[in-house]
């Protein structure tokens, strides 16, 4: 009999408080969350293999759609939602041509990160 482990999440986001409560709430649901405040630290750190990834869009550095286009290019089929508070249609665009999963506008309420999630890992 093999041991049930609950989905891991990475949470990449720069903002330190949302990136903290977003860990928080995901942990609380039974899921294993870890978080990252940066895409760069996030893929230097080769042990960790999400099942799922929650990456704010605007970083310094590699925003969140250059993190999936490298997850893409490491041929990582991880699927990635997005969240942003920025609501410009070609933003909106970029974000649903390069793959991502989902898309979250901020502020959003935990419920729909959580339905978003459950989806993702469903399909």
Known sequence: MTAHHPPL??????????????????????????GYSSA????????THPDCVISDIHMPGLSGLDLKAALDRRGLAVPVILI???TEPALIDRADACGAAGLL??????????????RTLVA
């Open 84 to 86: 942003t508070a920025r």
């Open 9 to 34: 999440i990475a949470v990449i986001d720069d903002d330190a408080s949302l990136r903290r409560a977003i860990v928080s709430l995901l942990r609380s649901e039974g899921y294993g969350a870890e």
């Open 105 to 118: 506008l901020k502020p959003f309420e935990a419920d729909t990160l959580i339905s978003c999630l459950d």
């Open 40 to 47: 760069e630290t996030f893929l230097d750190a080769t042990e």
